[in-house]
């Protein structure tokens, strides 16, 4: 009987074991179909087989320096540069997989635990995306759709590609991918960008702390952003931090000292207009754009500099860069100080123009403002002229440059014209370094700030070199008469008579201080002491032709006219051509043209460039030298006398004006001050035996300058620049600056010691009791 009562028990039940597999069976042939309608494209567009090999990943154009350092990215949306998973830290790793997908090393591309999970709590206990789904939606499938049917297919769409990354992928390599393409905000597009941005520094480098802050941020950059939500932040590291030690990736002791620590974020924007060599990195996006243009792919299209990833490899070192503009930085807020001063409404009511009418600054003003990219940007918009002008005198919010705000920034209101006028109060400056032997430029600072100065003054910018020439026309006189830095002449006005070297009418230049000794002068002192007179004599026996042709071979590409005045600084010349020239001389006679890029890559490391040098013999290696000993008396006993003397009764007065000052270097250094008339610009160039630096300042226009010699001439305005900027160098010793006498010819058949004759010249030299004495103006 009971036998008879489970038979029947037992048949009662085969249907609903029949519906349970026919169930199951329908549910798995369901997951399968749908798996194949979504592969076949049937809930949109999926990605082929390529695609999945080579995610498309925009890479911004990376400048890197010669000491390794990243100096700045090109790009148009996306700030990424690739790291592969060797370079990441297992601490990001760690936090990772803890975090976001702790089965990770157990699936393939789908975690059921956590999707059954999900569908059984609702997703309140976790969701269930893995991180191959999570990287499969930042490739391919974008953000989720608020529609429920399109966020369904949506998800499926993910289970589907990501089973194709984990069959394509290592798991290595799918983490590598998403922690690179993933936006953490600010232009931190990737790990690299994002460790950079956020803590100033590369992956590698990073602490268990701050990987912890970025795989927080994988939730939500916007809502975890550490700059604006820095507690909320801080709760998501830890939590993070806990997921770690749950998973035991570190022990509970090491989360609890972890999780007690302060979030120190180091806050390091990227952009074009910020960070490390700016002007250079903008020269260099100039550079590549004509490069492309040359040289194609092997398929005939151009590069994208934006989007595919060239490394550049620069000749710039990040070290002397960074000093470079902590140099100009120091001296020209000091300086601007004294120009602000001088240029009140009270003592200047034309400021910051001196001996200019009305009518002329008009003229300069209204130049300026259809120069300006306000003016180009409502002219495109179809404004007339009167519309336009009309716009320049109404007031607006703005933000302006400001030496005296932290961040070199002020918001005020005022109209664009004034605008204009206040931004030419400001003192402009170029500085250029390089490595004289091979073209090596180091250090490039082309203004005082690009984000609100964006003209780079290093090599788009031309002004007078006044006595920054006068070597020229001594090196001509040395390599075509053989004369000898003892070699003297007389210190008495000179006039070279009217139809002689194509002059119209007699020239006879004065002394900057109207004054003539009578006696006879060698050309170290001359030189030293910015003597115009003795100048003048020597390009009336050498002739302006041969001064032209010297100055063309050591790179001035300038138009020079063939006339007694260059002599004396008329020429305009760039700091960037001036750095070649002055390299000449310390690199034995031989010019080499600067050179800023050794080596382009693409993103696969495929060289694509390298640069060859250009260089040509200009002066013999005794000529040379005996120029470099002539250099040396500048900074001897000469207008640069103060990087090396300190002056007893005038130490006041220095301080006040000359930022750094006592300098006290005591090592051999060649160089030349430069100061053109009415103290419009300021020129230094110094050199030691293996590396040239050339120092420009001055306003943007030639009526925008200091009112006294005093604080106008290029020992003031730009000397101070180069002496900050060397003091740095020497006190990094792996910089390798030299301190060693410059390189002497083997056979040298010219005189250079002048030690008697010098004593003698010295004598009748005053000592510098007046600033207005010390350095040189040119009429």
């Not at 990770?104 to 956590?114: K, Q, V």
């Not at 006339?563 to 010349?573: E, K, N, W, Y």
């Amino acid at each position: 009987m009971a036998k008879k009562r489970q038979k029947k028990q037992q048949q009662n039940f085969l249907p609903f074991i029949k519906w349970f597999w026919i169930l199951f069976g329908s549910g798995v042939l369901a997951v399968v179909l749908i798996f194949l309608l979504a592969s076949w494209g049937v809930f949109g567009e999926m990605p082929t087989f390529e695609r999945l090999e080579n995610p498309e990943t925009n890479l911004a154009t990376e400048f890197i320096s010669s000491d390794g350092e990243t100096l700045g990215k090109l790009y148009l949306d996306d700030n990424r540069t690739w790291v592969d998973y060797e370079t990441l830290p297992q601490n990001i790793v760690d936090a990772l997989v803890a975090t976001e997908d702790a089965r990770y090393y157990d699936h393939s591309g789908i975690d059921a635990r956590g999707f059954a999970r999900a569908l059984v709590y609702l997703g309140t206990k976790g969701g269930a995306s893995t991180i191959s789904q999570q990287l499969a939606r930042q490739l391919f499938v974008g953000v989720r759709s608020r529609n429920l049917f399109e966020a369904v297919t949506q998800k499926i769409k993910e289970w589907v590609i990501a089973t194709r990354l984990e069959r394509n992928y290592t798991k290595e390599e799918i983490i590598a991918i998403y922690l690179n393409i993933y936006d953490f905000n600010y232009n931190a597009d990737g790990i690299r960008s994002a460790a950079r941005i956020y803590f100033g520094k590369e992956p590698a480098d990073l602490r268990t702390e701050e990987s912890a802050v970025l795989v927080g941020m994988l939730k939500n950059s916007s809502l975890y952003n550490p700059i604006r939500r820095e507690e909320l932040v801080l709760n998501r590291r830890n939590t993070v931090l806990g997921q770690m030690a749950k998973y035991g990736y570190i022990s509970e002791k090491e989360k609890d000292s972890l999780q007690s620590l302060e979030m120190k974020i180091n806050f390091n924007p990227e952009s074009h207009r910020e960070g490390l060599a700016t002007y250079f990195r903008m020269y260099m996006q100039r550079f590549l754009n004509k490069w492309v243009e040359e040289n194609p792919k092997p398929d005939g299209e151009k590069y994208n500099i934006y989007l595919d990833g060239l490394k550049v490899y620069t000749t710039i070192d990040s070290r002397m860069q960074r000093n470079a503009e902590e140099a100009v930085q120091e001296h020209m807020k000091n300086l601007q100080a004294e120009f602000f001063h001088q240029n009140t409404p009270d003592r200047n009511p034309t400021a910051p123009f001196l001996d200019l009418s009305k009518g002329g600054i008009d003229t300069i003003m209204r130049s300026a403002m259809r120069r300006s990219a306000r003016w180009r940007h409502l002219k495109r918009e179809g404004l007339s002229e009167k519309d336009i002008e009309a716009t320049f005198r109404e007031k607006t919010e703005m933000t302006v440059f400001d030496w005296n705000s932290d961040s070199f920034e002020k918001d005020t209101i005022m109209t664009p014209m004034d605008s204009i006028r206040y931004y030419k109060t400001f003192l402009r400056t170029a500085m250029m370094s390089m490595e004289p032997q091979t073209g090596h430029v180091k250090a490039w600072v082309g203004g005082i700030d690009y984000k609100h100065f964006q003209y780079d003054n290093v090599i788009q910018g031309s002004r007078q070199a006044g006595s920054l020439f006068k070597p020229f026309v001594y090196a001509a006189a040395i390599d075509q008469l053989r004369y000898s830095p003892c070699y003297t002449l007389p210190d008495n006005q000179y006039c070279i008579e009217p139809g002689k070297h194509g002059n119209m009418a007699a020239w006879c230049p004065k002394n900057s201080d109207g004054k003539y000794s009578g006696e006879d002068m060698n050309l170290k002192s001359a030189l030293a002491n910015s003597v115009n007179t003795i100048t003048a004599q020597l390009i009336d026996r050498v002739g302006p032709g041969s001064v032209a042709a010297i100055a063309k071979s050591m790179g001035i590409t300038k138009e020079i006219p063939e006339v007694p005045s260059i002599a004396l600084g008329t020429p305009d010349v760039s700091v960037y051509e001036m750095v070649g020239a002055f390299g000449t001389y310390a690199n034995q006679g031989v010019y080499v043209k600067p050179v800023m890029v050794t080596r382009i890559e693409d993103k696969n490391g495929t060289v694509l460039f390298e640069y060859t040098p250009e260089t040509r013999d200009v002066l013999s290696k005794d000529v040379a030298y005996a120029m470099v000993n002539l250099l040396e008396g500048v900074t001897e006993y000469g207008s640069g006398g103060r990087l090396r003397h300190t002056y007893g009764k005038n130490q006041t007065v220095y301080k006040e004006i000359i930022t750094g000052y006592p300098y006290e270097l005591t090592n051999p250094i060649a160089g030349k001050t430069g100061t053109t008339q009415n103290q419009s610009d300021g020129w230094f160039m110094g050199m030691v035996p293996n590396l040239v630096t050339g120092v420009w300042v001055g306003g943007e226009d030639r009526s925008i300058h200091f009112n006294r010699l005093l604080y106008g001439q290029g020992a003031a305005m730009a000397l101070p620049i180069w002496a900050l900027y060397m003091k740095k160098n020497y006190a990094n010793e792996e910089l390798n600056v030299s301190k060693e006498e410059f390189e002497a010819p083997e056979e040298m058949s010219i005189n250079i010691d002048c030690s008697q004759q010098q004593q003698e010249e010295e004598d009748l030299i005053d000592t510098e009791d007046d600033l207005d004495d010390l350095d040189d103006l040119d009429f």
